[in-house]
């Protein structure tokens, strides 16, 4: 597995904590710096990019999100695939990583598959192929 797919799943985990109440905003701080120890010096500053980011932009990228997904409130969406969509939203809208977008959605789709439903690869997919037009940065 490659160090950015390890930092997405742990972000992935840190932002799903945070999304079912588990812990608090500071919380998340404290967990995302202390429980990922196993993490090389890039690969865990990458993750608390994704994880931190997307908790401090969560009003905006929730309204992103609500305003591409018909018929879909956020709120309705399983908390997997919500916290996924919420980290890529915040990669491709507001990190200045400037990651290739295609990748972006291929690790949500893949997370997806490893974490959530069957039909959730395809919705995640939709859904970011929307959203991606909303990079600020870069390419």
Same mark, same amino acid.
């Given at each position: 597995?490659?160090k950015?797919r390890?930092?997405?799943?742990?972000?992935?985990?840190? $932002?799903?904590?945070y999304?079912?109440g &588990? !812990?608090s905003?500071?919380? *998340?701080?404290?967990?995302? %710096? #202390?429980f990922?120890?196993?993490?090389?010096e890039?690969?865990?500053?990458f993750?608390?990019? $994704?994880? $931190?980011g997307a908790i /401090?932009n969560? +009003?905006?990228?929730?309204?992103? $999100? *609500? *305003?591409? /997904?018909? %018929?879909?409130?956020?709120?309705?969406?399983?908390?997997?695939?919500?916290?996924?969509?919420?980290?890529?939203?915040y990669?491709? /809208?507001?990190s200045?990583?400037? /990651? +290739?977008? +295609?990748?972006i959605?291929?690790?949500?789709?893949?997370?997806?598959?490893?974490?959530s439903?069957e %039909?959730?690869?395809? !919705?995640?997919? #939709?859904?970011?192929?929307?959203i991606?037009?909303?990079? &600020?940065? #870069? %390419?």
């Open positions: 597995m490659s950015r390890l930092a997405r799943e742990y972000a992935l985990q840190t $932002l799903y904590y999304d079912t &588990k !812990f905003k500071d919380d *998340s701080t404290m967990f995302v %710096n #202390g990922y120890d196993n993490l090389d890039d690969t865990f500053a993750c608390k990019n $994704l994880a $931190l /401090a969560l +009003p905006e990228i929730d309204k992103i $999100l *609500s *305003s591409r /997904a018909k %018929n879909w409130a956020v709120d309705r969406m399983s908390a997997v695939d919500r916290s996924i969509l919420r980290m890529s939203t990669e491709i /809208a507001f200045k990583d400037n /990651a +290739p977008i +295609p990748a959605i291929d690790e949500a789709i893949e997370l997806a598959k490893k974490y439903t %039909n959730s690869g395809k !919705f995640i997919n #939709g859904l970011l192929d929307q991606k037009t909303e990079r &600020k940065h #870069g %390419n």
